[in-house]
């Protein structure tokens, strides 16, 4: 049977061997800090049920002596909302709410006893809070739960979370 042959590589080594990755890229992927290894992951936003989750998940974090990774995800739009082309293309909004929440955070007493930092990200929410959970290898996700219409119709960021997460969930109401 004819077939194309790819050549060996000059090493010997495949070429997709993923532990063939140098040291700098191993180290890269688990790059955070060993001090909030498993700890608990909660969206912050500044709103009522995510001050409720923050809440709950300090006393979570406290119960079990690990750290907290509160985690402020950015908006990100479509492009075609303000230039009107045709590709989906998602534009960074700047968003400075996440220094106000920090600076809100770094006074909050109950955030005195615990250690603590503040990710911020942008993307869908329920893809960035799993993806920071995998990187800091959390034992828990806690995020508020969502009322009103705006839930309902697209589906909240707790319910959508809890189907495709990899590790527990939390929902505060």
Do not use: K
Not at 108 to 114: F, R
């Amino acid at each position: 049977m004819a077939g194309h042959e790819f050549p060996e590589p000059a090493d010997g080594r495949p070429l997709a061997d993923a532990t063939a990755l140098p040291e700098p890229a191993l180290a890269a992927r688990h790059a955070c800090d060993p001090a909030f290894r498993h700890g608990v992951v909660v969206g912050f936003d500044g709103s009522v049920s995510s001050e409720r989750a923050l809440s709950y998940a300090v006393g979570m974090a406290r119960r079990t002596g690990s750290a907290l990774i509160i985690v402020h995800v950015a908006n990100r739009l479509p492009a075609t909302v303000w230039a009107g082309c045709e590709p989906p293309v998602f534009v960074d909004v700047p968003d400075h709410r996440t220094e106000l929440l920090g600076l809100e955070l770094a006074c909050a007493d109950h955030l005195a006893e615990i250690s603590w930092v503040l990710v911020e990200r942008g993307g869908d929410i329920c893809h960035e809070l799993e993806e920071v959970g995998r990187e800091y290898e959390a034992d828990a996700i806690v995020v508020g739960g969502t009322h009103g219409l705006v839930g309902r119709i697209f589906g909240s960021v707790a319910g959508r979370l809890a189907r495709r997460a990899q590790r527990p969930v939390v929902v505060i109401p």
